[in-house]
């Protein structure tokens, strides 16, 4: 029985483009053009197509015969470097050919000339066909209309699902049987609703360049990916699937799957959030409630370290198993491995809660002596957080804040905290070790200046 996933009134699945799929078809095929004699000193990583030391007029008659055809050839102007000599629109195209454990004449690396023939074959004849369309590709992308989204859930095949699964790229088909459909990702968010109570924070995309094993389509313009490797990018994060050029189009919208956010501890906090799709990330909230349900009176709290070892079980925890990671007393005695291994994920950020760009503004305004303009200061330099970054900031001074209230037992007051968060919260972006150090003063300032103003200043 076929499946009726879509509402035709709502959403009309992607056409895949065609036409840059039957361009590469037709790309001419490589011939390699073998030397019938031995050469000397023929590098041990080319083949028979090495020819030796022959001119640039040599090699144009030798390859006359066939378009595709390619032959090396030994530079005569500089002995020691290599050209690819390449027969495509009737006349010889000359490359300069590099190999460092791989063949690469450009920024793509291959096994083989061959392949590297191939796809340079692939490219120049689609690069020549279709120039124009190429440079009109992004102008009306179906991105806009679809957009996409990736929760690593299990679909329930209904009106609206509220999560599907993902295929490899390319037309999209409804079959029979008892297999469950899978959708790419951009398809699956016209299968979605967004959560009202979700809470929308902006974040890039991370894109990384990636080789697509088979016909693949791009997300973005719906256009076909050629080429035989690297023929787009991939987002580390969502595993959008857009070319090179349709990635500086594709809007701050990224939505991390699951199944690409391998970790807890480490990850980017926007990633991690927004892969969870919380407010804040789970460590912060289950450290925070757990601390402030039995150990918010324990004196010497986050000053005091708990074992090492301990605490590193904690972050392979929830690493392992997310919010589901068992950080209960009965688990974990003692609360001081539950504020160690908060201070750690803080530590672990690659971007750390007070980020790299903001962190000038802070400590400038650290060194404000006027208290009224201090705070101004402060207020403006929360604006330049990411949004997640500035609400998980808040719940925690507003923790920390109620640690003081707790001062006359847990014996810490704002000045203990900003000594202990300072360093831990924020980090010197490539200063020299004595600036480094000098800004530990104004790191302890900042995190007590958070914490007594938490109420105005968030």
Request: with cysteine; hydrophobic share 35%.
């Amino acid at each position: 029985m076929a499946l009726n996933v879509f509402d035709h009134d709502e959403y009309r699945p992607p056409v895949w483009k065609s036409y840059l799929y039957q361009l590469q078809q037709e790309a001419p095929h490589p011939r390699r053009l073998t030397c019938t004699c031995e050469v000397d000193k023929r590098p041990k990583y080319y083949g028979r197509e090495y020819h030796g030391m022959i001119s640039r007029e040599e090699a144009d008659q030798l390859l006359s015969v066939a378009e595709g055809s390619y032959l090396i050839r030994e530079s005569q102007r500089q002995p020691g470097t290599y050209t690819l000599a390449l027969r495509f629109g009737n006349q010889t195209r000359n490359f300069r050919l590099y190999h460092d454990g791989k063949h690469f004449v450009g920024e793509k690396r291959f096994e083989s000339i061959h392949d590297l023939v191939t796809d340079g074959l692939i490219t120049l004849y689609i690069e020549t066909k279709a120039a124009e369309y190429i440079a009109k590709m992004t102008i009306n992308p179906i991105y806009e209309h679809i957009g996409y989204t990736t929760l690593n859930k299990e679909p329930t095949l209904k009106k609206h699902l509220p999560m599907c699964e993902e295929v490899p790229d390319g037309p999209v088909s409804l079959g029979d049987g008892g297999d469950q459909e899978r959708l790419t990702s951009l398809v699956r968010r016209a299968t979605l609703k967004e959560n009202d109570h979700a809470t929308k924070y902006e974040k890039v995309h991370s894109f990384k360049v990636h080789t697509f094993r088979g016909p693949h389509w791009c997300e973005y313009c719906a256009n076909f990916m050629w080429g035989l490797i690297a023929q787009g990018v991939k987002c580390a994060d969502c595993g959008l699937n857009v070319h090179k050029q349709c990635s500086k189009m594709v809007p701050n919208d990224c939505k991390p799957d699951l199944k690409h956010v391998k970790k807890v501890y480490s990850c980017d906090l926007t990633t991690l959030v927004k892969a969870h799709n919380s407010k804040r990330p789970m460590v912060v909230d289950m450290c925070i409630q757990e601390i402030e349900s039995r150990g918010v009176q324990s004196e010497g709290l986050y000053r005091i370290s708990g074992f090492s070892d301990l605490i590193e079980d904690v972050k392979l925890a929830f690493d392992r198993d997310g919010e589901k990671a068992d950080i209960s007393v009965n688990v974990y005695e003692d609360i001081n491995i539950i504020t160690g291994a908060l201070k750690l994920y803080f530590r672990d950020l690659p971007i750390p809660i007070i980020t790299y760009d903001a962190y000038p503004r802070f400590m400038e305004a650290a060194k404000i002596t006027d208290p009224d303009k201090c705070l101004e200061a402060h207020h403006e330099a929360l604006k330049l957080l990411p949004p997640a970054h500035c609400e998980t900031l808040r719940y925690l001074m507003a923790h920390l804040k109620r640690v003081i209230h707790n001062e006359k037992d847990n014996l810490m007051n704002a000045e203990n905290l900003g000594i202990v968060f300072g360093p831990t919260l924020m980090r010197a972006p490539d200063l020299d070790a004595m600036t480094a150090l000098n800004d530990i003063r104004y790191q302890r300032q900042v995190v007590e200046t958070l914490i007594k103003n938490e109420d105005i200043l968030f």
